[in-house]
């Protein structure tokens, strides 16, 4: 039941980690952010640095990594929105 609850853990985390490319890609292609929220952003990275600790915490495993490839890609994200708002007030 446990290694269950890791595949189901490891699916959402993916299908979250398969969004987050797409909006990439459209400010990359475009180098438009208006409508992203970085307050989200913020918060879904918070979210998974919890998700993180907790792992620590009962017990560091493969799925883990998972969070960690998500708070780069949301973190890279976030980073674009500044760049491109940036560029725009230019």
């Given amino acids: 039941m446990e290694q269950f ?3 189901c853990e490891m699916m959402m985390l993916l299908c ?3 969004g ?7 400010s990359l292609r475009t180098k438009i952010v208006k409508g992203k929220s970085p307050v989200f952003m913020v ?4 979210g ?15 799925v883990s990594y998972i969070y960690i490839f998500n708070i780069v890609i ?3 994200d976030l980073f674009l929105y500044f760049y491109y708002t940036n560029i725009d007030k230019k």
Wanted: charged share 10%; aromatic share 26%.
């Fill in 74 to 76: 949301v973190s890279f």
């Fill in 43 to 46: 918060i879904v990275i918070t």
């Fill in 20 to 26: 987050w490319p797409v909006s990439i890609i459209k």
């Fill in 5 to 7: 609850s890791k595949i």
């Fill in 48 to 62: 998974y640095v919890f998700g993180i600790i907790y792992k620590i915490t009962s017990g560091f495993d493969w």
């Fill in 16 to 18: 979250f980690a398969f």
